[in-house]
C-alpha cells in the first residue's frame, strides 16, 4: 500500500441494498475525509475525522454513516441506497493544518438503480 | 454562505499560456489550493497560497489576493497532457476546505 486506497473501483448496487465503502491510509495521517463528486458541482464533503475515534458532518452527510476505529481506515456506509446517491466518491487524508493539501484514493464509482 | 467561482471550461493551444481565474468569498481564510484532476482520476496537488503574491513552480504558477478574494493558475508552454480539470479550493476558519466546480481546460494542437 503506498498512499490512500480505496475499495470497491467501481460498483452497481441496487436500491434500498446496504454498501461500506473502504478507504486505508498508510501515511498515518490523523485527518481524513469522505467526498462525492457530481458533474457541475464539484466536490462535496460527507464526513470527516479529525483524529482516530472522532468523526463530524460535511455538507452532505444524509444517508451515510463513517467510522474511525483507528488511524488508518476510514469506511463509509450508505445505509440503504438510493439513486441519488450514484456518484464517484473520492477518500482523501491530509495532517492537521497543513500546507501540503490533501491526498487523494483514486475513488469508487458507484451506481445505484 | 460560501463560495468559489471559476469559469467552466477554457480551451488554449499547444505551445501557450493560460489563466484559470478563481474567486472566493468563504468565512475565514487559511490558505487557497490549485488541484489538478485528469480525467477519471483522482485529484492531485498543485499549489498552495497563503501569502499575497506569485507562487513559481516550473511551467506553473499560482497567485493569490486575499484583500480581492482572487486566485488564479498560470500554465506556461501548455502540452497536451495539461488537459484536465483545475480545482481551486479555499481552506476556511475552521480548515475545512472549500471546493469549486472545476474548471476543464482543453488543448489543442
Known amino acids: 500500500i503506498a498512499g490512500i486506497t480505496q475499495a470497491p473501483t467501481s460498483q452497481i448496487l441496487a436500491a434500498g441494498r446496504r454498501m461500506t465503502l473502504r478507504c486505508t491510509q498508510d501515511?498515518?495521517?490523523?485527518?481524513m475525509y469522505w467526498y462525492r463528486q457530481d458533474l457541475g458541482l464539484g466536490l462535496r464533503l460527507i464526513h470527516y475525522?479529525?483524529?482516530?475515534?472522532?468523526?463530524g458532518k460535511g455538507e452532505v452527510p444524509d444517508g451515510y454513516s463513517v467510522s474511525r476505529a483507528n488511524t488508518d481506515d476510514f469506511p463509509l456506509t450508505l445505509a440503504s441506497a438510493v439513486p441519488s446517491q450514484t456518484s464517484v466518491y473520492f477518500c482523501?487524508?491530509?495532517?492537521?493544518?497543513?500546507?501540503?493539501?490533501?491526498?487523494f484514493g483514486s475513488g469508487t464509482r458507484l451506481t445505484v438503480v | 454562505g460560501q463560495n468559489i467561482d471559476q469559469p467552466t471550461e477554457m480551451t488554449a493551444t499547444e505551445g501557450a499560456i493560460v489563466q484559470i481565474n478563481c474567486t472566493y468569498q468563504?468565512?475565514?481564510?487559511?490558505?487557497l489550493f490549485w488541484y489538478q484532476q485528469h480525467a477519471g482520476e483522482a485529484p492531485t496537488f498543485l499549489s498552495y497560497?497563503?501569502l499575497d503574491g506569485l507562487e513559481e513552480k516550473g511551467r506553473f504558477s499560482s497567485f493569490l489576493s486575499r484583500s480581492k478574494g482572487y486566485s488564479y493558475l498560470l500554465l506556461k508552454e501548455l502540452q497536451m497532457k495539461d488537459s484536465a480539470s483545475y480545482l481551486c479550493?479555499?481552506?476556511?476558519?475552521?480548515?475545512?476546505?472549500?471546493w469549486g466546480a472545476g474548471t476543464k481546460l482543453i488543448i489543442k494542437p
Open positions: 468563504t468565512s475565514g481564510f487559511n490558505g
Open positions: 479550493a479555499v481552506l476556511d476558519s475552521n480548515y475545512q476546505l472549500i
Open positions: 501515511m498515518r495521517h490523523n485527518a
Open positions: 482523501a487524508s491530509s495532517e492537521l493544518l497543513t500546507e501540503y493539501g490533501y491526498t
Open positions: 497560497n497563503v
Open positions: 475525522s479529525n483524529t482516530a475515534g472522532t468523526t
